[in-house]
């Protein structure tokens, strides 16, 4: 038990920086809003034939204790994997923020009607999250730093390996098929994890031992910032002007959950519509 307790103490100050990621996403609260100029669409062909599935709802929300349980396991497994992951995870978002005040993107939502708890929690995900500032998408980003961190350690059990990946492929799809994010959302997260990867690496070889940490901190931050700008930059996208969201939802309307869910649901026999 002495052991135990000493550990967890020893634990303690790594496990404070935790508390820089919801500092950090206070921005996200100012952000998450209509600021009454024109959006954009980044919605695709390909987006319209996805179908709208409320059963993910469950990973989609279970990306919360998802991200904790794996950084406090980092914590206790790898301290130096778990403060590299934490730097990197804060730098991504920091990016996706960034790109938020500059470039707002809408995506639109399915009309359901409410029947089950999934239905209810699918209503309640989209009253506490306005459907603006979609790119990069934040679930994805981390779900997707997070499998790259652990794959990169050979000293985790490859079960736990298998398990932390096979969930954050579950994340990732699931803000598709809740209707959170489209395919270039994905696309983008993806982007700002690798930029940061890649610009973290060179930094490590060429930078010496004394100062290596503090330069990777400031170096990655400016180098995945610009790359992610320019691709946001160049993209092909389609602005939308506040009062016309409405119109391109009517557009864009998906099938309700239980018409799309209908055959799903026959062949599972486990979700009541």
Request: neutral net charge; charged residues 15%.
């Amino acid at each position: 038990m002495y052991t135990m307790w000493k550990l967890l103490l020893n634990r303690l100050p790594a496990l404070s920086l935790l508390l820089s990621i919801p500092l950090l996403s206070v921005a996200y609260i100012y952000l998450n809003q209509s600021r009454g100029e024109e959006t954009f669409s980044l919605v695709t062909d390909l987006d319209e034939q996805i179908p709208f599935l409320k059963l993910f709802i469950v990973p989609y929300l279970g990306w919360f204790v998802f991200i904790f349980v794996c950084f406090v396991y980092l914590a206790f497994k790898n301290k130096q994997l778990y403060r590299h992951t934490l730097l990197r995870f804060n730098i991504g978002l920091t990016v996706c923020y960034l790109v938020y005040a500059v470039y707002q993107t809408h995506v639109p939502r399915p009309e359901f009607a409410v029947h089950d708890l999934f239905d209810r929690l699918v209503q309640y995900v989209y009253s506490m999250d306005e459907p603006f500032n979609c790119f990069p998408s934040t679930h994805v980003l981390t779900s997707y730093c997070m499998m790259k961190a652990f794959i990169s350690s050979q000293a985790i059990n490859r079960y736990i390996r298998l398990g932390v990946s096979c969930m954050s492929i579950l994340i990732i799809a699931s803000t598709l098929f809740v209707k959170q994010h489209v395919l270039l959302d994905i696309a983008g997260a993806i982007a700002v994890v690798e930029a940061v990867y890649w610009a973290g690496s060179l930094i490590q070889r060429r930078a010496g031992a004394s100062d290596k940490r503090n330069r990777e901190v400031v170096s990655t931050f400016v180098i995945a910032s610009f790359l992610l700008m320019g691709v946001s930059s160049n993209a092909k996208t389609t602005p939308l002007a506040a009062e016309n969201i409405e119109e391109e939802n009517e557009r864009t309307k998906l099938p309700i959950v239980n018409d799309c869910c209908m055959d799903l649901n026959e062949k599972m026999g486990s979700v009541p519509l």
